[in-house]
């Protein structure tokens, strides 16, 4: 007899999540059959970014989310470098990389011990207050000494995030939302005194990752090595690559590509479709890219159970995360399932870790990290990066020197997506079929699946679409030269 | 985690020196992290994007976050952190908010279209319904975040999902403390804290409802690129270059909020930050101002100011103590 759960708010993520599940005994066990990924809430974001000052987008766009905020900026100022046809000294572009790796480093680490590391571990005797009373409690969670190592690791993660913070800060302004990142570059300069600092924190941040954060996850996956089984989902995985290597935009740390039924492939923005079959928009509003994309929100649409849109890629879902960066950088292939994600994310912490120390060394004190440039009348721009959670792509056309449309499609919006117009189950959502549930009470195989997406949902419902009749804002563009 | 009286006597008697705190606020806050009574506090997330949440965790100048998570406060509901979902979570929410005087921080807009359905805070119950249902039983009311305090980003205009700050919902609320921000500067909330903890009111707050502590200084007057130049400013040419970026869009002059002081992303225990938007060649956003972000907007174009007379008189950097006399300050009229 299936059984339905809901599980509304899904806790340590970002934002607001509903999960729904239909449980059903199959072959003897109790599993999922069904499941619905939901965001519950929408702001707005690219009707208020209608009319305003094109620069204005690499900070208005960083509020899209608190926690990949510098995503946001680093996709914000590709995007304007393109339409106003700038390229930023080396200076920039490497300062621009090193805290946008400042935040990946810190939204990884923060991810793994205090997103989802609670899912694994009884804290009884260690964290018996809230908020980590009251907690599930079940057989198979770590107990005993090695317990007390991880939650010991839990509790000195919180002082590595936040000096991983202070790195960033050296060069972003502050953390979260930098202000340094801006169209041509960025406006803090290289001495010597930051980049020592920054490296003497990249090294304990590196000393962490190395022997602790790694050390941790090669105990989990001892300890739950089933979740290679778990979580597996459509194996079709996207990156729209991430952190220049030069200035040619063609090398990047992380190269762009897809692997589609087994296939890898190479990236084209015009093959992205979203579809609002089941979301709260109207129907005029779905089967569109997202350079044409003309949305209405329609909260009471019925048959629709969510307030993202389904972006598809050829016509069929994709994840997107540390799993498919490292996939299609060819650097980890073992398999996709609920824990070959979360130990990507481990992998690629180390990478970006060691990369961003070779990159210090190729600042130059004194040289310039910002180049000027003026507001183009008529333009439009494409900014495609990685954030923590996946591939990011903000979308402008400048009209009257002014923003005239700007889209956004985030990570989550991928992973979390609901089905499509032809029924198909987004990546969440099919990754939780044959999730089994022991317990319908404490539903925590089902979050432990969810949590290895690392969702992030304010990112992933920001945004609706200027639609006939919803008027346009009529802020004033005052031009000043840079 | 916790610190050692010594090592905190030692870090506040230095800050003491250098003129930061005075010495009897160190005694009231060393005791105030070391309280039983730990204040329960249910912190509700809205319409907003966590960052006020991960800039709290950001927390080490007066107290680390992990500090003040296992040793002061009685964190009841926390969705970022809190070890249950869905039932569990907001079963224990519903009880703890049962019993009256626990603080109730808020973070993100508040979103009236729809009936409120722009945000769901759980199955069946709206953002709007959620603050209508936990506000009663508060103690204190801390609207974190630009969002929360005045609408902030996500009620930029046009405001497509009606979002409120919550004293635009709450109305003249004797109990809200606005502490704006995009985000918030953690030691703003903790600070704050603090003096709830040890004084049991509401601290003197400005005309917004903004801790005077935090929000009395304006930027353009403490600014190092402006002094630095024996009062005669020299202007940058362009961002990334030395000099004052009024020209530039820089809003310090409209701006009340000690940033140049205590900066932001602090290094340590009773030490300030390692950089901030000024000092970063970016111009101030005026993040905290209630008409923020529409009304500083567009970001790097300058906006006039009425001047001021204000000459520094180089002692803006002493912090006021903690526990300054109730009544300072009119009673706000709220938006």
Redesign the interface.
Known sequence: MPTTL???????????L?IEVTVDLVGGQQQVVDAKSAG?????FE??LVG??P??AA??TQ?????C?VSHAAAACLNLDAAFGVQPPDNGRILRNLVQGANHLESNI?HFY??SL?DYVN?TGM?D????????NTPDMIGGSTAATLIEHY?AA??I??KT??M??????????V??L?V??????VTSGKVA?FRRLLTELRSFVDNIYLADVNTLVGAFPNYYNLGVGYRNLLSFGAFDLDASGNNRLFPAGRYTDGQTGTVDPQQIIEYVSHGWYTPASGGLNPAQGVTE?D?DKPGAYTWLKAPRYAGKAHEAGPLARMWIANEYTRGVSALDRIVARALETKKIADAMDGWLDQLTPGA???A?STIPQQATGIGLTEAPRGALGHWMTITNGAISRYQVITPTAWNASPRDDANQLGPIEAALLGTPVTDVDQ?IEV?RVVHTFDPCL?CAVHM?RPGER??R???M????P? | ?RISRRDFLRVAAAAVAAGRLAPAALARLEEALRSPNAPRVIWL?A?????????F????HYA???DL??NTL?????????????D???S?LQA?AAQPGYILIVEGAI?TG?NG???????GTTMVDALQSLAPNAAFIVALGACASYG???R??????G?KGLGQILGNDSRLINIPG??AHPDWLVGTLVYLINNGRVPPLDQHRRPLEFFSRRIHDNCFKRRKYCGQPVFAP???EVGCME???CKGKHTYADCPIRK????GEGQY?????V?????C?GCVNPNF??GM??????LPAPERPAQPTGREEEAAPFGRPFGAGTPAPLR
Not at chain 2, 57 to 60: G, R
Not at chain 2, 117 to 123: D, S
Not at chain 2, 264 to 267: L, T, V
Request: hydrophobic share 40%; proline share 10%; glycine share 8%.
């Open positions: 809901t599980i509304d708010p899904v806790t340590r993520i970002e934002g607001h509903e519950t809430m929408f702001r707005g009707i208020i305003r000052d620069r204005d900070l208005y509020r899209i989310c608190g926690v905020p923060l205090h997103l609670l804290t964290l207050r809230a908020p980590w009373i009251p907690r599930y509790v919180l002082q995030r936040r913070q202070q960033g800060a050296l060069f972003g302004a502050k953390l979260p939302c202000g340094s801006v041509g570059g960025c406006t803090e300069v600092e929100p909260p310039p990290s910002y000027p539903p979050l304010a609706v919803q008027s804002p009529r802020i563009v005052r031009q000043s840079l | 985690m997330q319409s907003g994007c966590d960052g006020c949440a991960i800039s965790l950001n927390s080490v680390t976050a992990d998570l296992l009685d964190v009841k509901f926390q969705s970022n952190l809190q070890a249950a979902a869905g569990l979570a907001i224990a703890a979103p729809a359905r722009f945000c769901r805070a759980w199955t902030g980003v996500t930029g205009a046009p405001n497509p999902t979002a995009c985000p362009q961002l990334g020209y530039l869009g932001w992303n602090s290094r930050g390692v950089n901030w938007c000092a970063a060649r970016s111009p956003l972000p529409d907007s567009p970001f790097f174009v300058y």
